[in-house]
């Protein structure tokens, strides 16, 4: 693994024997970074909202996955 800044830019090389999902992981995660960098939000804010998502997402879809 190599890892090079050039300018503005970080380039992380690694070997093709890497695992794919590990690294997508990785991926997703600096996205999620980069995406909140500038974010004022507390986690407390950030749960609730979590929570009133999941809420509203279950009263939607609970009868695909409850007997009638």
């Known amino acids: 693994m190599t890892i090079q800044r050039i300018d503005n830019q970080i380039i ?7 695992d794919l999902e590990g690294v997508q ?3 997703n ?4 970074k980069e995406a909140t960098k500038d974010s004022q939000a507390k986690q407390e ?15 939607e879809n609970k009868q695909r996955f409850l007997p009638e």
């Open 45 to 59: 804010d950030v749960d609730n909202l979590a929570r009133e998502a999941n809420k509203l997402w279950w009263e």
């Open 29 to 32: 995660y600096l996205l999620y």
């Open 25 to 27: 992981r990785l991926i």
């Open 12 to 18: 992380i090389t690694l070997p093709g024997s890497t």
